[in-house]
């Protein structure tokens, strides 16, 4: 008998009359506002406008979540086209299946085509967001507890996650908690890019590379203690190959942007430093001519009066 160990819900969905509230969706929503809460907060600080990072979120979710997906069903293409499977049931997000790499790479996709639209660099875009995006991944993965799924080896530690359902192959058990280790690792990876970042003054990206990187660490041996059924490459799961080659990628490009772009970007967003758009220019410029044109006639006023009083001066002379 186990002493201690983290219970599984006994169900990842609850029915509010026809309307299903499923765990899974509520963790990745939960997780998109604290990235875009956070990210707009680093975006503030650095000059940027508040709003912007929401409204560079509304192309970069859509497709971050269409990446994700897709990345999924690719890898895991049997679970929906082998024999006995329904296909439609690619299309069923809220059940679970988002690879984080798809994600990442549709989901910038998405913030390039925002940030293009704001006459914003993206790099600096990313930066201010990396945090955030770890911190909903380390939300996100409890929708994996949710569906008791994703999770270790047999283990007899006091922290095993018990796992009770029996459907799709699953044995009931004691295993490792994965989607714990990972959620916990993506809050370290969190406070990481926040320290470095303030003690570096990271900029053109690093932060984000950081992230990606650090990340990537983490997923390596998270990645293989899980038991789930998984394509792999000379012995090794796909996602633990995948998982070296980005951190490599990762480190090699804040290696070479650090000496290309030292530095931070001194401007982030045109126009937000000094809190003003077209109309508050135009003002300016009204202003200006304003004070112009009050300066013209003082100078004006006083060529008169030096002409009057060199005049009263010449009659009494």
């Excluded at 929708?143 to 029996?166: C, M, R, V």
């Amino acid at each position: 008998m186990e002493l201690a160990y983290i219970p599984s819900p006994s169900r990842g969905v609850i029915h509010l009359g026809p309307i299903p509230l499923r765990g899974y969706a509520f963790c990745i929503i939960i997780g998109v506002f604290v990235a875009v809460w956070l990210g707009n907060k680093r975006w503030v600080a650095r000059g940027g406008r508040v709003g912007t990072v929401a409204d560079i979120a509304v192309w970069a979710v859509p497709f971050g979540l269409l990446g994700g997906r897709l990345y999924h069903v690719i890898t895991d293409y049997e679970l929906y086209f082998s024999e006995g499977r329904d296909w439609v049931d690619a299309f069923k997000v809220w059940e679970g299946g988002l690879g984080i790499w798809g994600a990442i790479a549709l989901g910038a996709l998405g913030a390039w085509i925002g940030c293009r639209r704001r006459g914003i660099p993206l790099p600096a875009y990313a930066d201010a967001v990396a945090p955030g995006i770890a911190l909903a991944q380390a939300i996100g993965r409890w929708g994996n507890w949710f569906n008791q799924e994703l999770y270790g080896k047999p283990t007899d530690l006091p922290w095993a996650l018990h796992i009770t359902s029996s459907t799709d192959g699953r044995v009931p058990g004691y295993y490792h908690p994965t989607f714990l280790y990972e959620s916990l690792w993506c809050i370290g990876v969190a406070l990481l890019v926040i320290w470095a970042d303030r003690r570096f003054k990271l900029g053109h990206g690093r932060a984000f590379a950081l992230y990606v990187a650090a990340y990537c660490a983490g997923r390596g041996w998270i990645e293989y203690m899980r038991i789930d059924d998984a394509h792999h490459i000379l012995g090794v799961r796909l996602n633990v190959w995948t998982a070296i080659i980005v951190f490599l990628l990762a480190v090699t490009y804040i290696v070479v942007s650090a000496k290309k772009r030292p530095g931070r970007e001194e401007i982030v967003e045109p126009g937000a430093s000094d809190g003003t758009d077209g109309e508050g220019d135009k003002a300016d410029g009204d202003k200006t001519a304003e004070g112009a044109e009050k300066a013209e006639a003082d100078s004006d006023e006083d060529d008169a009066e030096k002409v009057t009083d060199e005049a009263e001066s010449a009659k009494k002379t």
